[in-house]
């Protein structure tokens, strides 16, 4: 063997270009071949802590960028990753596989505006009293600052395509409007306006329409629209367009870039291409169980159902495969920017978070949309993938409070100490830790309460119970047909359940605020 072969295979073994310059100017002074293999040894020892070493500091030296994509109106039960091998959504799996997912995630209250409001401000609904279609502002005061605020006045250039505080799809998707905004939160906002329901295509109204004679409406009805076209056409692939763009150019300086994509929320649109997997004679709808409304209250039925929407099944279908459809589109949209994201080279330095702001009925009990704090509509899809950190699935209950403190702690920013999540962090080492006991989420104003372990869903209409009460065990009723509320063998489990309750309107009252919350 003579030294050019020598030489070669070195290079060969070792590969980066500075490591081979050392090795060639060592080499005259070495004599021997095992001289040159020890020397090599003990480079490849020292090269391989320092280059893993390298890799773990660049999070903490730098400051990690945060992309934050939210869908609007996504039940986890429509994420192919989650339980629904009927729905398809490759990209979304593709990322929970690289983060950590997690199975039990709770929208504090599922209506955009609210869930939104608290999980950009860090406080429960019934801290704020933010119930409305507003951006959550209006009752923390100037000086909080939202979660992407914190991160902007920390060096960060943070923006915002389309929803993440309320904006009211589809009308302000179809005029363009910054909707219901915190102006604050951003140094920069760009909206995604779309056609929505005036979408060239086949289109087809499938609630209230009982002889499907009426034509195509807007507002908050099930419209579906196989549209003409490409993605570009609508506001999902206009905002991840603005996304790729922002990233690009802003790829050298730390970032926290908000993205929401307003599908699957009604008018279910998207290019044709995305119906075709979903045939509507194809979907399977949850059974119809008779009785099923007898042992709810009143304010247990939602406030659109098959009923009061006069939907045949044929129509039912229809609403399933148009979402599902909206999904798929929306899936592909987180696609095109997650692969951005990679070819830049930012993924190794950029957290990523995917979610939705609540859920959606899509038939269960015959109930659609939202509102319900039943579990299709309360549970949501939650993604969290840090750079160095394993894939893995977390049972832990989460809440969509608590991304505010998990984000601010994987930054190195300090929050303020009033934030009511808890941060998540520990469970992106651990997924086996547990932050919380259980959920707890509110709706119709912050009048009806939900507490969610892992044995009971216990749902309490009015402060004092007085419009009633739901009780289902998890374990073996998880569609959530039988009420146990008002059986005895449960009384203690209710009396738990409702003591539990008061302790935590009462803990979350106790707040930096200084509302008044009256005599309760
Ligand atoms: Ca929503």
Redesign the pocket.
Known sequence: MDCRQIKAEVIEVIGPRELMNIVILSFDKLVTMRKLLLCLLMMCFFYGPAQKGKLGNKIKNNKPNVLFIIA??LTATAISSYENQASNTPNIDQLAAKGTRYTRAYSQYPV?GPSRASLMFGYYPNATNTYGYVSGRENVGPSRKSLSQLFKDNGYYTARVSKIYHMGVPIDIETGSNGQDDEASWTERFNSKGPEWTAEGEAELVQNNPYGLKPRKGGNVMTIVKADGDDLVHSDGKTAEKAIELIKKHKNNPFFLAVGLVRP?VPFVAPRRYFEPYPHEQIVLPPKVENDWDDIPARGINYVTSVNGEMSEEQEKKAVAGYYASVSYMDAQVGKILKTLKEEGLDENTIVVFTS??GFHLGEHRFWM?VSLHEESVRVPLVIKVPGKAPAVCNSFSELLDLYPTLAELAGIKASEHLQGKSLVKTLDNPKANVRDYAFSVSQGGKTFLLRNHKWAYIQYDEDAGAGMELFDMENDAKQYNNLAHNPKYAVIVEEMQKTLREKLKELRTNDLGIQYGSK
Do not use: L
């Open positions: 609007d109106d955009c929320h702001d609540h939202k």
